[in-house]
Each structure stands twice: as structure tokens, then as C-alpha cells.
């Protein structure tokens, strides 16, 4: 079975920096594009960032757009988010989520999921 496991995330000051992991673990049959969202409280899950299978597209969603950074290794079944400058404002439970080939910023179209984790940014 094909799971997405999440690892990073904490309690930061604003300004300061967190690494969020995640891997896909299990046989795959397919190339994922892979995806990080984002719920804070009292709101909608929103796309932060995105890669495609083909790593020749990326999304970075406005508002991290500088500050944020996804990377991803080169057997394609890890990715990384480099989060710094955080702001209040970036407090939210934060999923890594899978789907095949492209990614989406339709939540319900996406079929793994991360556990989520939390990331607190507080002064």
C-alpha cells in the first residue's frame, strides 16, 4: 500500500525557518506529481506549492511565492519544503499530497495524503 509520510513542522517565531519532509513509501506504479497543502484555522485547504512528475512545472502559490521552496529528489519520491521569513500568517496544519503525473489545486482530486503537521508561528 502507498502512503505518504510527513516529518517536520514545530513551533517558530516569526521570521524564522522550517523543513517540512515528504516521502512516498510502498510500490508505486506510477510517477506522482506531489503537492503541499495548507489549512489554518477556520479556513479552506489551499495549494501552497506543487511539481509535476516531470519536474518541469512548478506552482508556488502567491502568497509564499520567495519565501517558500520545494525540491525534490531525483528518484522523484521525496520532496522537501523550505519554509522561511514565516509569518503568523503561515500558521496551519500542512499535507503533502500525491496524485499522478500533474498537479491539481483541486484538493478532491488528489488520492494520498499526508498525516498533516502542524507549523505554529508565534511571537
Known amino acids: 500500500q502507498v502512503q505518504l509520510i510527513e516529518s517536520g513542522g514545530g513551533l517558530v517565531q516569526p521570521g524564522d525557518s522550517l523543513r517540512l519532509h515528504c516521502a512516498i513509501s510502498g510500490p508505486t506504479t506510477t510517477g506522482y506529481a506531489m503537492a503541499w497543502f495548507r489549512q489554518g484555522p477556520g479556513k479552506e485547504r489551499e495549494l501552497v506549492t506543487a511539481i509535476s512528475w516531470s519536474g518541469l512545472h512548478t506552482y508556488y502559490a502567491g502568497s509564499v511565492q520567495g519565501r517558500f521552496t520545494l525540491s525534490r529528489d531525483s528518484a522523484k519520491t521525496s520532496v522537501s519544503l523550505q519554509m522561511d521569513s514565516l509569518s503568523l500568517e503561515d500558521t496551519a496544519v500542512y499535507y503533502c499530497?500525491?496524485?499522478?503525473?500533474?498537479?491539481?489545486?483541486?484538493?478532491?482530486?488528489?488520492?494520498?495524503w499526508g498525516q498533516g503537521t502542524q507549523v505554529t508561528v508565534s511571537s
Open positions: 499530497a500525491a496524485r499522478p503525473q500533474y498537479y491539481s489545486d483541486d484538493p478532491r482530486s488528489y488520492n494520498l
